[in-house]
């Protein structure tokens, strides 16, 4: 997923004292032991508000910087003024808006309301610069773009580098700060949602297995690639979190009782976008959202807002596991925390189970991708398989194969997971090849993780065999790193890897062939930095060598260069 890929890999402490529950496995293929769900024959928005007059004036997100706040059946109006809005600027469905934002209250007006009009969604790291931005642009051909108004030089240059004719219709929704100007050439967000815009005749009309989000995944090697999500599969995953009570972590908030969900994991990775976002959403929850992690606004929502639910990646679980700022009161209230988006070990688990409520449900242990919707895979109450990335969801079958012969494997047998679902991506966005290389002619999707499974069908993943390099969750493509690095003028050849990190997972470390003597670390590192994000950056180090490891085909030998580290 640029969430990437693997959600999370280990268990954690559940509910003492409850049968395992076993999974069912025939003929080498595991299916989950959890009855199938039924999966809605309706789109996304249909949805999400389907359960919307049962609690109306509940409040559906509120930005934990601002203060600005949404309720159910007000949110509903506007994203139908959002969606009547962008017809009448011209956009027609099958159109890409693309959001260019971190989280806000205003996000999933957008996101909903651009599906309900018909439009595809697309998603961008706010923090990219422009080179990274003007790829997807150059891909996706958006038609709009939403952003702050601070992002706006950054995506004007994008737009500029990327060639494309047609220029996008640009957006600017309320940022951070109390007021703001709307630059000249762009569209206010705020006036398309005002009062008196006709929504009449507004509403989905096309079949369900219509693209309706194209996220960007590095897929199993290479550049980001956009996924082709369908209404159908978005709803199976979320239908498939939220249908069984045995892997639900939230009620629906039809009393008093409304699950507060803080949304730190950002909407623009798979994650956040389906799980916390669409996910939570569609249960009636409260979304509480932050544009970013910063440990003072993060206490101040905890304890203003009484979080009932939490999502977190690593590295949140390692800052509220050892932070001395965190004190008892902010997790007092915690019923439910999940673990995802990358692996977490068990000492870090144990040290963050000391810091919450003995009453706390913790579930760690699930596995997915971009390609999936989301989840694969996921731990189930009463599981005490620590180390395990869980079992099948409902609806979905898993087997490992031989990497040489393509044969099923038995329990305990390590190989290549496969998955196959209604979650399962329709394919790369031009990309038939890419596409038939990870989704065979029977349907199953080749992860390109290592793993195994026990006797009672629990999976666990052991190695990768992509190349990706996961950094606090997010995807990076060595492949992205090495043709940057082998611009400079003074290096001939480079290889990226990652390496372990203690609070990020892994960082990239470059290894570098110069041209010359006399080239710094520093001078590469600072080339680095001046064209790519933040988590992309060379935190690992470089390393000169006279030649990189190659196999006769020319294809990178990472694993010499790991042994090397």
Known sequence: MHCGRRLLTSGIRLLCGRQQRLLSVSNHVVKSSLPDVEIPDIAVPDYVWQNIDQWPDKVAVECGVTGRR????????????????????????????????PNTAEWPIVLLGAMEAGLVVSTANPHYTAGEITRQLRDSQPKAIVIFSAILPTVQEAIKLSGTQSKPLIVIAPGLETASDIPVGTVDLRQMLQDGVDTSGVRF?????????????SGTTGLPKGVILSHRNIVSNVAQLNGRHEIRHTEPALGLQQDVVPAVLPFYHIYGLTIVLLGKLAHGCKVVTLPKFEPKSFFKLLDQHQATVLYAAPPLVLFLASHPGVLPKYLQSLRHVFFGAAPLGRLDVERFLKRVPPSTNILQGSYGMTETSALISAMVKGSSKYESVGGPMPNTEIKVVDLETGSSLAARQTGEICMRGPQVMKGYFNRPGDTAEIIDSEGWLHTGDLGYYDEEGHFYVVDRLKELIKVKGFQVAPAELEEILRSHPDIDDAAVVGVPDDRAGEVPRAFVVPARPGVSEED??????????????????????????????????????????
């Not at 139908?80 to 808006?97: C, E």
């Not at 096309?206 to 996220?215: E, F, H, N």
């Not at 470089?542 to 990472?558: A, E, H, M, Y």
């Open 70 to 101: 949404y309720r159910y059946a007000e949110m509903r109006k506007l994203c139908r003024r959002f969606a009547a809005s962008l017809r009448r600027a011209g956009l027609q469905p099958g159109d890409t808006l693309t959001i260019v934002m």
């Open 205 to 217: 009309a096309g079949p369900i297995d219509d693209i309706v989000a194209l996220p960007y995944s």
């Open 524 to 565: 590469v590192k600072q080339f680095v930095a001046a064209k790519l994000s933040e988590h992309k950056q060379l935190k690992g180090g470089v390393k000169f060598l006279t030649s990189i490891p190659k196999s006769p085909s020319g294809k990178i030998l990472r694993r010499e260069l790991k042994g090397v580290l």
